[in-house]
């Protein structure tokens, strides 16, 4: 099949790394990643404008592993916040995220500051997550954390933060749908599956968003590159469901988990020879960096 022929919906989906990025992350966009942090930090923290930074944050020392972030962005205030998006379970998702934030904090001073007081600037990291962590509760899927003092509970420290939010947790309907919040986690969810705009979904940001994700509004290039997405996770889906069957028929339980990440394998080999890069592939595959490099 060729690739423009290739069937998808209405909407692309925010989950992929080619959908949140168009959505979120560019300058002509950028009210609607406002809209959506000043409603998730509602009565915290007010977001007057927004500057995008390069996603990627070198350390200090070679040694250290740099950070690569979905989106980082700088407020009018000084205050930075990062978005990742993670469709699939990693063992140090929670890990990756504090280094992330960390690494925020660490560059605020400059190399050769001389007379610098400490004084920081805010720094936060959202987590929206197409998986639950395995010690959450299934009602629970907004988790904010902050510095707390332990013996009473009250914060510590209010310029440092993390907020995780566990997508399959959230199953209230269009019906069920109170505050603004529950209007954005309804439309993360949902998205790349409607056909139609709800009617409590016209909000005027939320019509933007419709509009910036309707397949038939891409260009020719960002259709080529969403149709390669789709085909390309199909292919993984397909050699997920060949390797399984292939592996109960042969009633090996290790040659199970071997087939599966084989056909993994032979997926990320064929998306590196087509010059996808490795975030893509890592999201399409759900192998680690360094499986894809070495594939």
Known sequence: MEMHQIPCGRFIDPFTDFGFKRIFGTDANKDILIDFLNVLFEGERQVRDLTFNQNENNAQLSRFRKAIFDLCCTGADGEQFIV???????????????????????????????????????VYLVGLMDFCFEDSDNDHYLHEIRLIKKSDGRVFYNNFGLTFIEMPGFNKTEAELVTELDRW?????????????????????????????E????????????????????????????????????????????????????????MKAKGFDIETISEVTGLTPAEILTA
């Open 185 to 213: 986690l309804y439309l993360f969810k949902n998205l790349s599956k409607l056909n139609d705009i709800p009617i409590g979904l016209t909000k005027p940001v939320f019509e933007k968003v419709f509009r910036v994700a």
């Open 84 to 122: 990742e998006v993670q469709r699939v379970r990693q063992e140090y998702f929670r890990d990756r995220c504090l280094y992330y934030a960390a690494s925020l904090i660490r560059d605020q001073v400059g190399a050769g500051a001389a007379h610098w007081k400490y004084d920081l600037k805010p």
């Open 215 to 270: 397949v038939c509004n891409l260009t020719k290039e960002e259709k080529m590159a969403w149709d390669a997405y789709l085909k390309a996770k199909w292919d993984n889906e397909n050699s997920d469901a060949y390797a399984r069957e292939q592996a109960i028929k042969e009633g090996m339980k290790e040659g199970k988990v071997e087939g599966i990440k084989e056909g993994k394998l032979s997926i990320a080999r064929n």
